[in-house]
């Protein structure tokens, strides 16, 4: 085709969105960090060669026609496709919300090396996870890693309002532990036990494989995800509903 040129890309299926009868839009997030957003004809035609490699979730070696409006992919090779978590309904549902915040967290044309991998992996603890608090943890530090990375790393060592050294409340507006004194004068303030701070700290803080290995309750580990789910929908300023659907926000 006349004024078009080709490149590739291996990237992270984040989104599909339908177009016309048989296309869908991809949202990808590339292995630089950027978000790429595609066309791929003929996707939804039962059988086609591209169906499989542009599932949700799949890491993907893709070829790309650019040129005026959205790139068309012309082809498509499967690295990692995530299969196992197709048959696990809690699990498919928190690597959705994960790549919901995934796609709020990257931006076309701004590469950033760490978030690639950072998705990946989590893609990959989706599917090692034992059980729901083991999931539940999974998200909330995804969550938690990415924004922080981004910019809105929580305070949890002193009061974010006057520095004094012990925090028993948490307030996600105000950015992190308040004392009790300040928290008097901030809407929202709630009660938080030095263990819970210490388990924010940690999922931020800690590997994956760390994390994996750890014991947690499902109490301590639903409260990580609420918190996390709370963080990024005040931070990134926008609804989150498949977190909202994961976590029963
Ligand atoms: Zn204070």
Redo the contacts with the bound molecule.
């Keep these: 085709m006349p004024g078009r040129r080709s490149k590739r890309y291996r990237a992270i299926v984040l989104d599909r969105t339908k177009l016309r009868e048989q296309d869908l839009i991809l949202t990808t997030l590339s292995l630089g960090g950027e978000q790429i957003r595609a066309v791929a004809k003929g996707a939804r035609k039962p059988g086609s060669r591209l169906a499989a490699s542009t599932e949700l979730f799949c890491d993907i070696d893709f070829l790309v026609s650019e040129g005026r409006g959205l790139p068309i992919v012309t082809e498509a090779q499967l690295i990692t496709g995530h299969k196992h978590l197709s048959y696990d309904l809690d699990a498919l549902s928190c690597a959705s919300a994960i790549c919901e915040v995934a796609r709020m967290t990257c931006y076309e044309d701004v590469e950033d090396p760490f978030l690639h991998p950072l998705l990946a992996r989590s893609l990959d603890a989706c599917e090692q996870a034992q059980g729901r608090a083991h999931l539940d943890v999974v998200y909330a530090a995804y969550t938690f890693k990415v924004l922080s990375h981004c910019g809105w790393r929580p305070i949890l060592n002193t009061?974010v309002?006057?520095g004094?050294q012990c925090g028993t409340r948490f307030c996600t507006l105000a950015g992190g532990v308040?004392?009790e004194?300040?928290a008097k004068d901030v809407e929202g303030a709630m009660p938080v036990e030095t263990w819970q701070v210490e388990w924010i700290r940690a999922i931020i803080g800690l590997t994956f494989d760390k994390l994996m290995a750890a014991e947690i309750d499902q109490a301590t580990a639903g409260f990580l995800s609420s918190i996390a789910h709370e963080w990024a929908a005040t931070h990134l300023d926008c609804r989150l509903r498949a977190s909202e659907f994961f976590t029963g926000a």
Aim: aromatic share 0%.
């Design positions: 009061c309002s006057c004094e308040l004392c004194s300040c």
